[in-house]
C-alpha cells in the first residue's frame, strides 16, 4: 500500500527532485515545449500551470505572487537567439557584463543598456511579461501534454511533449520520425533478396534458352525436307 505517498519521487531525493522540475519549468517557459519522459512529464505540468497562475498574479501587480515564484522557480538568464554566436565568441568578462550589471543585479529585460550591444533576459520576466500575457484570458489549461509512440534510446522509457497551449506545430512542419536500426536492417535483407532473385532469374532464363532453341531448328530442318520431297 502507498500510504502517505502524495506525489511522484521519480527515484531522486526532494532535493533533486525540486531542482529538476524548476529546471524543466525555465525551459518550457524558454523554449515553449519541451521532451522529457512521460512521468516527469506528468509531474512538471501541474508545477508549470501553479507557476502561470503566479505570473498572472504578479503580472496584476500582486508583490507576494512575484515572490513565490522567485521561491519556487528560482531564476535564470536566457541569451536572445540572435545574440547567441556572439555570446559564444565573448570572454568570460564580457559574458559577466552581458548577463549582470556592476551592481550584480542580473539584467531583466534583454535590452541593450549603455555600450551594451545586447543583455539577457531573466526568466521570471519572460514569463510574467509574455507567457502570462498570453493566457491573460484563460483560466487554466496552459499546457498540452503529448505521449509519443516512440521511447528513448538506452532504457525504453515512455517519452512525451510539454507545450504550451498556442505554441503548437502545424502537421505539416512535423518531420517523418527516423527509421529504426532493426528496420533499416530488414529493408536491406529484402532488398538484397530482390536482387537474388532478380539475378537468379536471368541466369536462368540464360541456361533454358539454348534447349529451347535447339527443338526449333529441328522444325525448320524437317519443313525443308518436306518441301523438298514434295518438288520431285
Known amino acids: 500500500m502507498n500510504h502517505r ?27 515553449g515545449r519541451i521532451t522529457t519522459t512521460l512521468p516527469k512529464a506528468k509531474d512538471v505540468k501541474p508545477f508549470a500551470e501553479r507557476l502561470i497562475t503566479l505570473a498572472k498574479r504578479a503580472r496584476g501587480g500582486d508583490l507576494i505572487a512575484r515572490r513565490q515564484i ?42 541593450p543598456k549603455g555600450r551594451l550591444e545586447f543583455t539577457a533576459e531573466s526568466i521570471t ?13 484563460r483560466n487554466g489549461g496552459y499546457t498540452r501534454l503529448i505521449k509519443l509512440a516512440k521511447r528513448r534510446v538506452g532504457d525504453q522509457s515512455f517519452l512525451a511533449v510539454l507545450e504550451l497551449v498556442g505554441n503548437e506545430e502545424h502537421p505539416g512542419s512535423v518531420t517523418k520520425p527516423a527509421t529504426s536500426a532493426r528496420r ?7 532488398a538484397a533478396a530482390v536482387k537474388a532473385g532478380k539475378s537468379f532469374g536471368k541466369a536462368s532464363q540464360k541456361a533454358k534458352s539454348p534447349a529451347a532453341e535447339a ?18
Open 184 to 190: 533499416r536492417r530488414a529493408d536491406a535483407r529484402y
Open 125 to 137: 520576466h519572460r514569463l510574467i511579461q509574455r507567457v502570462a500575457g498570453d493566457f491573460a484570458d
Open 70 to 111: 522567485h521561491r519556487l522557480m528560482g531564476e535564470r538568464s536566457l541569451i536572445p537567439a540572435e545574440h547567441r554566436n556572439a555570446y559564444e565568441q565573448m570572454s568570460d568578462a564580457a559574458r559577466s557584463q552581458v548577463i549582470a550589471a556592476r551592481t550584480g543585479r542580473r539584467h531583466r529585460t534583454g535590452q
Open 5 to 31: 505517498v502524495s506525489q511522484r519521487k521519480l527515484n531522486r531525493t526532494t532535493s533533486h527532485r525540486k531542482a529538476l522540475r524548476r529546471n524543466l519549468a525555465q525551459s518550457l517557459f524558454e523554449h
Open 215 to 232: 527443338p526449333a531448328e529441328n522444325v525448320t530442318d524437317q519443313a525443308d525436307a518436306k518441301e523438298s520431297g514434295s518438288q520431285e
